[in-house]
């Protein structure tokens, strides 16, 4: 008989032959690297304010939440977080799921069917597309940021329902989303724009109230709002901001809601910790944007092909997948941990290393990046891109 799962180890090597196999490697409690490549925008994941009230969270709710929000998942901390997040971002009601991948599954396909229209950005993240693949609605994936494609694929529909999909903050180029041309086409043919916050909020915008809070779109009545705990909040879980209507009919229907375990009582405490610390220092997501640009700047001043960031994130353009994660390394020798983007995650070519700023970088741990990433120049000189190749990368930074 032969192995019904032998093909896996022929896929294993052609990923291995391709530059593409991913392995964990897990880090220490304490390490001496410059932390570039993880996503606490703020600084606040370690921050003993945090934790403590993480810990406290824990002996009064205990170290699970027992089961799904409808049973007894759902504690007083749940419904206070939700309604102060809520209100920070300006939205009338929230709902926390267990992950902000399983907050955008959820939200997607309870609102979307068999019979509506879904408009998606090309660059949407992964949770994004795949709630649009599982609502069984009719996808139609736009270019990025391309808002009159857009308006003809709703303007062509049949479905009477239609909703338009994106991420607010993009998290591999950095850019941000048209949020404010992309609901006044919402609001002309009569959709719903859904816009994942999870590079926003505590980034972006007054304070950090997130892309839409900046585009003036708080509170408006087509606009749907995910977003995750996991990176400026520094917890874990995720989260839906809408209209009330929206978050019962998630309660009703959002089957990522309803059949899975609610968040950890220790990851609402220290996410309400972190959005009161946020609010009490709004300062922290000018310091995080400042930082972006800073590195953003000494990867210019290196001669390296650079996204410029409005948020948190910006990408150093590298184009081979086997370079990227030598690069990486050399990163990691320098002192500076970054993140190593390969397809599937980004385009065939357009392998890169991502930048990550938070609030609480030093003058000495930007001085270190530069160093790092001249290194980064000086070994990537023998394997220029081609220049055409180039330019196409570069292109399509601007689309």
Known sequence: MTDPLGWLDEYARKREAAGLRRRLRPRAAHSDLVDLAGNDYL??????????????????????STGSRLVTGT??????????LAEFVGAESGLVFSSGYLANL?????????????????????????????????????????????????????????????????????DVAPLAELVAACREYN????????????????GGRGAVHAAGLAGAPNVVMTATLSKSLGAQGGVVLG????????????????????????????????????RAQPKLADRVRANAQALYRLTLAAELTGTP????????????PDLAVELAA????????VGCFRPPSVPDGRSRLRLTARADLSA??????????????EQAKPHALDPVVQTNMRRGLDN
Do not use: K, M
């Open 43 to 64: 600084g606040l994941a370690r921050d003993p304010r945090v934790t403590d009230a993480a810990a406290r969270a824990a002996r009064t709710w205990g170290g699970g």
């Open 75 to 84: 504690t007083e901390a749940h419904v206070e977080f939700e309604r102060q």
């Open 106 to 174: 959820g939200a997607i396909t309870a609102l979307a069917g068999r019979g509506d229209l879904i408009v998606s950005d090309a660059l949407n993240h992964a949770s994004l597309i795949d709630g649009c693949r599982l609502s069984r609605a009719r996808v139609e994936v736009v270019g990025h940021r391309d808002v009159t494609e857009v308006r003809r694929v709703l303007a062509e529909r049949l479905e009477e329902r239609a909703y338009v999909v994106t991420d607010a903050v993009f998290s591999v180029d950095g």
């Open 191 to 206: 959709a719903v724009l859904i816009v994942d916050e999870a590079h926003g909020i505590g980034v972006f915008g007054e």
């Open 243 to 278: 209209p009330a209507a929206v978050t019962a009919h998630l309660v009703d229907t959002a089957r990522p809601f309803i059949f899975d375990t609610g968040l950890a009582p220790a990851a609402i405490g220290a996410a309400a910790e972190s959005l009161r610390i946020l």
């Open 309 to 320: 960031p409005v948020g948190a994130v910006t990408s150093v353009l590298v184009g081979d």
């Open 330 to 337: 050399l990163c990691a020798e320098r002192g500076v941990a």
């Open 364 to 377: 000495g741990d930007l001085e270190l990046a530069g160093a790092a990433l001249r290194a980064v120049a």
